[in-house]
């Protein structure tokens, strides 16, 4: 089941008038970039509104983070862009996100959050064309199939910059081989999709310090390269593949390495299965 945010609009009479006053906190000389519009009612169309309303008051320019957590946005304004050029951070978790227009997200995107929507099932495959600046990803809580090329691009995309990508909790039945060029990656999060497989290339991103596969279908044996590769791993959350639920407790206490070792060994695969087998006879 989805995690999907309870999202309960706080409508009140004077939401546009709150919204108006924090727009206007934008031209005061103590604005520290964010502008935070969260837990509001607010629509796409109102959102265009205020990007307008930024640009009119000359004070767009200024605003770095935008706050857009659990409102009614359904689709990212295509004006978002050209509104905001300087945008480094953009949160819009919890919102019904339908839809992501390939220009909408501003270049200097450092943060993006388009986290437990619960309804995005696709983004254009060049969404992430010059986001070359792009560091944290968060897409989890949705229901995505597939993955944008774009994201994986080191030239053109975001493959060069990519250090944290959260995709847990949506439909994903594989991961592409570009994977691997995301070799800034920190932190990958795959758990609660529907893989079977890793791509042998995600052993290039070689700093990886946390990776995440729990409650998938995961069938062994790893790559190989997985077992040599991961010298900066602290965090490997395995559990909830089938495949894996018999490892000799003796490997367990071993640490880390000592898993990756199993289950990147063909006799890893056998004695899971001869495990198996003989607990059904």
Same mark, same amino acid.
């Given at each position: 089941?989805?995690?999907?945010?309870?999202?309960?609009?706080?409508?009140?009479?004077?939401?546009?008038?709150?919204?108006?006053?924090?727009?206007?906190?934008?031209?005061?000389?103590?604005?520290?970039?964010?502008?935070?519009?969260?837990?509001?009612?607010?629509?796409?169309?109102?959102?265009?509104?205020?990007?307008?309303?930024?640009?009119?008051?000359?004070?767009?320019?200024?605003?770095?983070?935008?706050?857009?957590?659990?409102?009614?946005?359904?689709?990212?304004?295509?004006?978002?862009?050209?509104?905001?050029?300087?945008?480094?951070?953009?949160?819009?978790?919890?919102?019904?996100?339908?839809?992501?227009?390939?220009?909408?997200?501003?270049?200097?995107?450092?943060?993006?959050?388009?986290?437990?929507?619960?309804?995005?099932?696709?983004?254009?495959?060049?969404?992430?064309?010059?986001?070359?600046? %792009?560091? *944290? #990803?968060? !897409? +989890?809580? &949705? @229901? /995505?199939?597939? =993955?944008?090329?774009? $994201?994986?691009?080191?030239?053109?995309?975001?493959?060069?910059?990519?250090?944290?990508?959260?995709?847990?909790?949506?439909?994903?039945?594989?991961?592409?081989?570009?994977?691997?060029?995301?070799?800034? %990656?920190? *932190? #990958?999060? !795959? +758990?609660? &999709? @529907? /893989?079977?497989? =890793?791509?042998?290339? $995600?052993?290039?991103?070689?700093?990886?310090?946390?990776?995440?596969?729990?409650?998938?279908?995961?069938?062994?044996?790893?790559?190989?390269?997985?077992?040599?590769?991961?010298?900066?791993?602290?965090?490997?959350?395995?559990?909830?593949?089938?495949?894996?639920?018999?490892?000799?407790?003796?490997?367990?206490?071993?640490?880390?390495?000592?898993?990756?070792?199993?289950?990147?060994?063909?006799?890893?695969?056998?004695?899971?299965?001869?495990?198996?087998?003989?607990?059904?006879?």
């Amino acid at each position: 089941m989805l995690e999907v945010c309870d999202r309960t609009p706080n409508a009140t009479a004077s939401s546009s008038r709150w919204i108006s006053e924090r727009v206007a906190r934008c031209s005061e000389s103590s604005f520290d970039g964010a502008l935070d519009l969260s837990q509001s009612p607010l629509t796409e169309l109102e959102l265009t509104g205020v990007l307008q309303e930024l640009v009119q008051l000359g004070v767009a320019h200024r605003v770095r983070f935008l706050n857009l957590f659990m409102t009614n946005v359904r689709k990212i304004p295509d004006v978002l862009r050209r509104s905001l050029p300087h945008l480094e951070r953009l949160w819009l978790g919890c919102a019904p996100l339908v839809a992501v227009p390939t220009e909408a997200l501003p270049v200097e995107l450092v943060e993006l959050d388009l986290s437990y929507g619960g309804v995005l099932e696709q983004l254009p495959d060049d969404v992430f064309l010059s986001l070359k600046k %792009l560091e *944290t #990803l968060y !897409l +989890g809580g &949705n @229901q /995505l199939k597939l =993955l944008p090329p774009s $994201l994986f691009d080191p030239e053109n995309g975001s493959g060069a910059s990519l250090m944290h990508l959260d995709v847990h909790g949506n439909a994903l039945k594989t991961m592409p081989p570009a994977t691997g060029c995301c070799t800034a %990656l920190l *932190t #990958l999060n !795959l +758990g609660r &999709n @529907q /893989l079977r497989t =890793l791509p042998s290339e $995600l052993a290039m991103c070689s700093d990886l310090r946390s990776l995440q596969v729990y409650k998938n279908d995961l069938q062994l044996p790893l790559p190989e390269a997985f077992q040599t590769a991961y010298l900066h791993l602290g965090n490997f959350n395995w559990r909830g593949n089938p495949a894996f639920a018999h490892v000799p407790a003796v490997v367990e206490r071993q640490g880390l390495r000592a898993l990756l070792t199993y289950f990147t060994r063909p006799l890893a695969a056998s004695a899971s299965h001869r495990v198996t087998d003989a607990g059904r006879s």
